[in-house]
């Protein structure tokens, strides 16, 4: 009786053949750089991952003595810490090309370098931005073709500047009136949102879908105003990344978030978390008062 | 007419002495040739003889004093039965299989229990619960605190099977899952199979839990009920046209709402409902023929409302869920002949859910508000044919059919938001997906000898939906050889095939019972278990069982890492709310070892039971394509459970449980973005490996006593129990907690384990007339 019984746990011991990892060590650094051949520098960020249950202040977590670098393949430039803007950076100078790869690597002390790849995706498309003044509202329509044979990824974005009076005016006062510049709550046509994301996944190579926006008293005490509309043409990581971002905040514990799954961050980088994307961006800006 | 020596039928139908109603599984023992059979579920037996011979037939049943006759058959004939149940004030507590003797039973991984042994186990606030009751099990694990949602064998909370009168019961569950939707009061049986399954079953990879209603009772009028603190329950039943036609009714309804009303204020209530209703008609046309019809319709309904003014503002806030079933059966028992019966059987069924998410803010002239809706429902068709018959003493057939038609609706989604006098509504529903689903097998049982019997069968499953059709066939095949008298060796192989799936997030217990199709996005799971045990019996008191197990999985599906099961919030399109783009399908595999050590009899009876297992799941999708261990896999569980009878009127009962802790994915880490070009919220959190995480081990104690009394009008109990009695605290879930402090500017990202229910009290006042 006792054989069989241990003939059995052997069994059950022996079977347990099914080999699941045991928890890593927590990675220790995250960096964060988007590359775009419109920009004038290559900016980054470095900072240290924090473990659950340990109190911090912002300024502990940045890691200023990282050594930073994008490389082409042919030249590397490294990117020099900027205390003021609390990034690494460096001119552009043409330096970023659309369809050209880059790497990065990030090195923080002696740990194991952080390093991430990309490719940055073709010049943003050119498109039709018409709108009109309705009243103190203000409603807008963006148009273009998309390019065949790639898939694509869009993030469209509004700013408003313009002169504004009191209270508007910046703390160190001074000015009777002041440029303010801000980013827009549009309602896009399934709600208010600052940014609309849009993808052809499914519909390669056709024209998008005019896109309508409408700004609800957009003109309210500013004089002159200007609203900017900007496409971007996105790699693929950095959009899902994005649109991550807006919908996970930490400490959101409503009854909807209830029903949803722990959802991580998309990364692309080895070593560490964060990620290494590119896009291109391309802007229009109208009067529209 | 037959010669000595020829074969000669006995067949007949086993009934309870008192009402009259049918007694499944009734094990029935012809010593002359060491043969075992049992009574069916509708009570019917046969036996085949030798004509002449002189032989002695036991009927036995848990519950039920034995009885013996001594026939010498000569002629067919019809041998009707009544055991009557042991006087004995309150049944001794058993979980066996009905034979006593473990040793003796072919089927393996099995469990049948009755109203009386449910109600013995000690409770939550008093209410017995069937579901809560199996979880008492080796190899059956409970899902959160207090909670009636199941694991069997490391399979999913999907892969159980709830028959209710053969209709499938999608949620089981009441409160979150703290009751369950059965009134034990109407139970009449169940019948739990954890591997080893019958052909006759099929269309979940994990377990069968086979429930019947009482038929009601066909003498006289009967009917028991409870007052309990949380909810009250009546039972009716009886004659309509004696032996011949008779009822069964039982309710059983919350309070909660009414209580919770008074002592909240009107601007900020939570209250919360839920029902069951149970009927039942049971009509004996005549020997030959009887109808029944069995409904049962339940809700529950969670309401929060809030008013407050804050800040300049005024914030309204709405929410509601509400989610429930309905069965209904229609059978008809055919008796074609002494050896031949058969059973038709219809069956509807349907799961809703719903929630209602209402927020409003005034301010000034400017009103924003949301108001949000989520549906969801499945229901089912179904059309069963079942044959049993019985070819010989050693040698039993079944076969049969089924045949069912779905209708799922995963998710219909609305949103409305009026901001600045703008209104914007949006709306997206997912196309009903219609499927059918169907089944022939057949299987058959045969005592090759004394010592052998083998149990072989075949069902071939049926499947389609959109574009995708499939013809599997499913072998099962269970046998047992006995070692010794009261030592046998058994071993069963069954493979199951699952066409639905349930979507469950790893939040909170909520109600996410989201049922959705097999399609051609998403295979079918497939499953194949192998099992083997050995059963000991120590005299008839008590029994030991050990089974070992091993489960191969595929098709088992997931959420997608930051999948939102309502889609409230997403962008509403139809072609973007897909279910099928929130899921992900991979392999599973779970194993385990299982002991049941049982004393059956004398004034202390109970169980042990201990699983050491562990239960793995594989996506392409999650945890970067590695295995990770489920949610359910819990290495460790022991359960002790255990009644003495202190006195005829007085009973003690205990129960402890411990498992090792739950898997689950939280956050590890939290980063940052110093810059703000990427990345517009900060910070991020990182959850490192999929279900990476270890609650702290589970333990629980119970206990209960029942003083029982015999009145001029029937009988009454009081029963007071304690739950969690040494106040243990358990997790139930975990929230992610943020803190700043402004004199040392220091952040700090926590995670904050909630428990739920601390040692609480009840007392409940019982009744049977």
Redesign the interface.
Known sequence: ?NR??CI??L??VT??C????E??Q??RH?V???LSPEDSLL?A?V????????????DS??IVTATVTVSNGTLTKQLIYNAK???YETPNDGFVQSGQQYQLTAQVEQTTPLTGTCVVPSTAPEFQLKGELLGDDYAFIINWQDQPNERNYYKISTDIQGDAPPPYSPPTGGSATAVVGSSLQV?W????APYLFLTDE?SDGQRIQPVDG?V??AALSINPIYVSVSVSNMDKL?YE??R????????D?G???????????PSNIENG???F?AYSRRTVRIRIK | MATFGQPVRISGFVRDSSSREALSNVSVVVEEAASITQSNSYGFYALSLQKGRNYTVTYSRVGYRGQTIEIMPVVNRELDIQLVQTVQMLAEVDVSATDDRASRQVQMSSISLTAEQIKQVPALLGEKDVLKALQLLPGVQQGAEGSSVFYVRGGGADQNLILLDNATVYNANHLFGFFSTFNTDAIKRVELFKGGFPARYGGRLSSIVDIQLKEGNRERIHGEGGIGLLASRLTLEGPIVKNKVSFLLSARRTYADALLRLIQPATSQLTYRFYDLNGKLNWTLNRRNSLYVSVYTGDDLLQIKESVNRSASAIDYRNQLKWGNTTSSLRWNYLVNSRLFSNVTLTHSIYRFGLTDFYQRIRRENTYSTDAAFASTVRDWTLKVDMDYYKSLRHSIKWGGAWTLYRFQPRAVSNKTIQEGVEQVSSATEAPVNTVEAALYAESQYQFSPKFTLNSGLRLSYYKAQRRTYWRPEPRLALAYRLTESLALKAAYSRMNQYVHQLSNTGAGLPTDLWVPATDAVPAQTGDQLALGIARDFGATYSLTTDVYYKWMRGVINYKSGANFLGIGEDLTAEKLRWENDVTSGRGWAYGLEVLAQKKRGRLTGWVGYTLSWSIRQFAELNGGKPFYARQDRRHDLKIVETYQLSPKIRLSASWQFNSGTALTVPQAVYINPGSDVGRFSPFLYYGQYNGFRTPAYHRLDASIQFVRQKRWGERSWEFSVFNLYNRRNIYYYSIIYQYEPSTKLNYYGLDGKWLLPVLPSISYNFKF
């Open positions: 009786m069989i019984r059995l746990l069994m059950v079977a347990g099914i080999k699941v990892e928890p890593e927590s990675l995250a964060f750089c988007a900016t960020t900072s240290r991952v924090v473990s659950i249950g340990e109190r911090y202040d912002s977590v940045e803007q609390r990034r309602n046509g399934s709600g208010f499914t409408f609800r008293r950095y990344f994005d991550a971002s807006y919908k996970t905040t930490a400490t514990d009854l909807l978030n209830r029903f949803k799954e722990p959802g991580e961050m978390l964060g990620i994307t």
